[in-house]
């Protein structure tokens, strides 16, 4: 059993700044790619930002420059720096991982709201 949980989420004025953390737990032999995606209301989820075991960092073009992702191996944990908040980065953030299990399985976590007011 593999359970991601994701935390930091919540309401924010626009030009601040939130901390995601996305923790993996239970029967984890490797972990591969980790990543953000998100949801607004009425639209699609989406890649935000994606990082490699080695490091590789992959950005959505809306959030360039603005958000960072960064891992911590040890800890199986994910992390998503998001400064310069706008008020259109208002979704559900979702933790995505792929993670061997007795094969590469793709697991999300349950999702984190962030809030963006103008």
């Known amino acids: 059993q593999v359970q991601l949980v994701e935390s930091g989420g919540g309401l924010v004025q626009a030009g601040g700044s939130l901390r995601l953390s996305c923790a993996a737990s239970?029967?984890?032999?490797?972990?591969?790619?980790m990543g953000w995606y998100r949801q607004a209301p009425g639209k699609q989820r989406e890649l935000v930002a994606t990082?490699?075991?080695?490091?590789?960092?992959n950005f959505a073009d809306s959030v360039e420059g603005r958000f960072t992702i960064s891992r911590d191996n040890a800890k199986n944990t994910v992390y998503l720096q998001m400064n310069s908040l706008k008020p259109e980065d208002t979704a559900v953030y979702y933790c995505?991982?792929?993670?061997?299990?007795?094969?590469?399985?793709?697991?999300w976590g349950q999702g984190t709201q962030v809030t963006v007011s103008s």
């Open positions: 995505k991982a792929r993670i061997y299990n007795s094969g590469w399985y793709n697991y």
């Open positions: 239970g029967s984890i032999f490797s972990i591969n790619t």
């Open positions: 990082i490699t075991n080695s490091g590789s960092t």
